[in-house]
């Protein structure tokens, strides 16, 4: 499980992009990211617990939960 910090997120799409803790790597987001958690949107700045899956070279969010706690 990473940690990270989001940087852009369009409600409107449901595309965005969360920096990385770990490497300040970027991973995206995508329209059905936040299906299945506790979310319906996200902020600029806000500290997400997430998962990963790798796609065509390109690293996507799965599973978000709530910063450190994991709810």
């Known amino acids: ?6 940087k852009t997120y369009d409600p409107v799409t449901g595309i965005g992009i969360v920096v990385r803790d770990l490497d300040r790597s ?6 059905g990211s936040l ?17 990963t ?5 390109h690293n996507f969010v799965t599973t978000i939960r709530l910063g450190q706690d994991g709810y």
């Open 1 to 6: 499980m990473d940690q990270g910090v989001v």
């Open 35 to 51: 299906k299945g958690s506790v979310f319906r949107s996200l902020r600029q700045g806000q500290r997400i617990m997430f998962d």
């Open 53 to 57: 899956v790798e796609e065509d070279g």
């Open 26 to 31: 970027e991973v995206f987001l995508r329209p």
